[in-house]
């Protein structure tokens, strides 16, 4: 059972981590956390992340909870 509800949305964006910036679309989303349509190859649990969503100027800064196929779980640290 979730915390926070989640809302469907899809909304394009760019996921950081390291040095690679990869395309995405955000799937669902809630205070905590969203679900993110991207390629996951060498995406690990605990990574710390950043999801731009320009068409809402929006940046969240997160740690990738699980990660399969091309699917990610992100949960929210902070946003700026």
Known sequence: MRT???K???WKGILKFQDTHRPCVVEDISVGG????VN???LKQREKVTIEIE???LRFH???RWARLDE???EFLYMD
């Open 72 to 74: 990610a779980g992100i």
């Open 40 to 42: 996951t190859k060498d």
């Open 4 to 6: 926070f509800p989640r």
């Open 55 to 57: 068409s809402r100027k």
């Open 34 to 37: 969203c679900r993110v349509a």
């Open 62 to 64: 997160g740690e990738v």
């Open 8 to 10: 469907r949305c899809k």
